[in-house]
């Protein structure tokens, strides 16, 4: 079956703009995750949706950061004024049971983001 | 505060020889702990994991061990194959009931496993 899809792949932006990175979870997974990957770094977390409410947005960086997930489906996460140091890898995930033993998380295959 | 870390950068093996992978944590909270592996431009693949309750978990050629008392678990992979080449990267969550996929990655060690 499909996997977690994310897009754009790539993403090049110049400082100060707003951008939009995509997800869409494997069918029928509720949980959702967000998770940002600098050079040389691993993923950190960013946010965590259960259906349609943000259970938890403790890894936003900023308010510049913000994502919704309208029909506890695909998932958008918005970068406004963006910096060059918001330049990563975008990873989302998604989960038949919220990461529990026997239901892993499923990554995508990112979006690498550079702001010039 | 690195509360994950695995302290190799990189790692080479040879095809055959068991490969281990090591990483340390420092929050004692934490009380599932899992391995996914990295190809480039892909996401992480899960590979295996351990809940605190054990000491070891296994799972075909891999083996995930876990010493609580020492904040430390391992990866054993035999034997290694060139197509294990990969980064691995440590991970761990549950920490103060939070969500268990809110997960905590170490910084990820390169193998290299040469034919």
């Known amino acids: 079956g499909a996997g977690v899809s994310q897009t754009p792949s790539n993403k090049v932006t110049e400082k100060g703009k707003y951008v939009e990175l995509r997800c869409d979870p494997i069918s029928g997974h509720t949980a959702l995750y967000w998770y940002r990957q600098s050079l040389g770094q691993g993923p950190e977390f960013l946010i965590y949706?259960?259906?349609?409410?943000?259970?938890?947005d403790s890894g936003l960086p900023n308010d510049r950061f913000f994502a919704v997930r309208p029909e506890g489906s695909v998932s958008t996460l918005k970068i406004q004024r963006t910096e060059r140091g918001d330049s990563a890898v975008y990873l989302c995930?998604?989960?038949?049971?919220?990461?529990?033993?026997?239901?892993?998380?499923?990554f995508g295959n990112g979006t690498r983001l550079t702001v010039t | 505060d690195q509360q994950v870390k695995q302290n190799s950068p990189s790692l080479s093996v040879q095809e055959g020889r068991i490969s281990i992978l090591n990483c340390d944590y420092t929050?004692?909270?934490?009380?599932?702990f899992l391995w996914y592996k990295k190809y480039p431009a892909e996401g992480p693949t899960f590979l295996i994991s351990i809940s605190s309750i054990k000491d070891k978990n296994e799972d075909g050629r891999f083996t995930v061990f876990l010493n609580k008392s020492a904040k430390h678990l391992s990866l054993h992979i035999v034997p290694s194959q060139p197509g294990d080449s990969a980064v691995y990267f440590c991970?761990?969550?549950?920490?103060?009931?939070?969500?268990?996929?809110?997960?905590?990655f170490g910084q990820g060690t390169i193998l290299t496993v040469h034919p």
């Open positions: 995930a998604s989960s038949l049971r919220g990461g529990r033993e026997g239901s892993p998380l499923h």
């Open positions: 949706f259960q259906g349609t409410g943000a259970a938890d």
């Open positions: 991970a761990a969550s549950g920490a103060g009931g939070t969500s268990y996929g809110k997960l905590t």
């Open positions: 929050n004692s909270m934490f009380d599932y």
